[in-house]
């Protein structure tokens, strides 16, 4: 399974049900797990760690070394799950040990060509990259979130599961969990309903979200103030949680 024209390490470990194409290189550290397609012409280098039934596509950079002037040879790693569609000319890099020392995307993600996703970055599991969106380092993408085409991301931004962001937006502080954002700085603009509706949630739960939006953005409450009325209703109302949980860890502060 792996072509005769591919240049593949002594050092690699390559799953016996994998598919490495033609002319692509895998490197010293870069494990590939079973069912994992390969295309012609992807370059992976290591310490990089892929699942099962990864698609990647001709072109792609995956596992390089991150782009940080600090960076200095340390053995940092990427690490990529299971059924991921990886797009025409991706770049991923590995992390730095100035943070986790780790890259890492979860399972079922769907990444569409010239996305690159910087060292450090978390992405959790079925999102969507519309091609060309770039992640700076370090940040923090959660469940079903999309990201439209050429979005650009800024370091340590944290974007919420199920989130929104319109095409060509600039993202430079956090979207919290179900929000809607658009523009450049990227702005709040409503919840994702659409979203929530395809995957499976109710009318009564798609209104407390709505609601809660309301709390955060409608009723000129401090976010310490609207973050305790939220915590309030989440014991009624779970599917309030996610955006709890991202409004409590936002660092770098959120779009509002």
């Known amino acids: 399974m792996i072509d005769e024209r591919a240049v593949v390490s002594p050092d690699a470990e390559v799953h016996d049900e994998a598919y490495v194409g033609p002319y692509s290189v895998i490197g010293e550290g870069v494990k590939i797990g079973r069912g994992t397609r390969v295309e012609a012409h ?8 892929i699942g099962e039934d990864n698609r990647i596509f001709q072109f792609a950079s995956i596992g390089d070394d991150p782009q940080d002037k600090k960076y200095a040879g340390e053995p940092t790693r990427l690490v990529i799950g299971n059924r991921n569609t990886i797009r025409e000319y ?32 978390v992405i959790g599991n079925s999102t969507i990259f519309a091609n060309a969106a770039t992640l700076a380092g370090h940040v923090h993408v959660g469940d079903h979130a999309i990201l439209g085409g050429f979005v650009g991301v800024h370091q340590f931004c944290r974007i919420g599961a199920h989130a929104f962001v319109s095409a060509h937006s600039y993202v430079s502080m956090d979207v919290p969990a179900y929000v809607t954002a658009a523009g450049r700085p990227a ?6 309903a659409e ?20 709390v955060l953005y409608r009723q ?13 209703r989440v014991a009624e109302q779970p599917e309030l949680e996610p955006l709890l949980e991202s409004l409590r860890s936002s660092s770098r502060g959120v779009a509002r």
């Not at 992807?42 to 760690?49: A, C, N, R």
């Not at 702005?187 to 994702?192: A, C, L």
């Not at 000129?220 to 309030?232: M, V």
Request: glycine share 10%.
């Open 42 to 49: 992807v370059v992976i280098k290591g310490p990089t760690t």
């Open 90 to 121: 991706v770049t991923i890099n590995r992390g730095t040990v100035q943070d986790r020392g780790e890259t890492r995307i979860g399972d079922d993600n769907w990444i569409m060509a010239y996305v690159h996703i910087a060292h450090d970055c």
């Open 187 to 192: 702005e709040p603009r409503g919840i994702n």
């Open 195 to 214: 979203g929530l509706k395809r995957h499976g949630f109710s009318a009564a739960q798609i209104r407390n979200i709505r609601e809660a939006y309301r």
């Open 220 to 232: 000129g409450l401090k976010l310490e103030d609207a973050i305790a009325t939220l915590a309030d």
